[in-house]
């Protein structure tokens, strides 16, 4: 994350309503403390579902097919096809 979108926990104190102005408008933040960040700050999502066509876009314009493919074969070889996670 870009330095700049750092601020210290003082400064969401004293600006908390700036801050959040920001952040509803799609700004993130990470807040810290004596430097260190402890906390992000980002928009609320009221959707969390993402249709298909964005993913399927998403997919094709950022990600290498043959990577990604050999990615999940590498994963499939890995798995114990007796393993079954509803299983305790």
Do not use: H
Not at 6 to 27: A, F
Not at 36 to 63: D, F, G, H
Not at 65 to 81: C, Q
């Amino acid at each position: 994350m870009d330095t700049q979108n750092r601020i210290p926990q003082r400064e969401l104190r004293n600006n908390s309503g700036k801050i959040l102005r920001d952040v509803e408008r799609g700004k993130r933040y990470v807040v810290t403390v004596d430097g260190r960040p402890v906390a992000m700050l980002s928009p609320y999502k009221r959707n969390q579902w993402v249709s298909k066509s964005e993913v399927i876009r998403n997919l094709c314009t950022s990600v290498d097919a043959t990577s990604f493919m050999d990615d999940i074969k590498s994963l499939e070889d890995r798995l114990d096809p007796e393993y079954d996670p509803w299983k305790k």
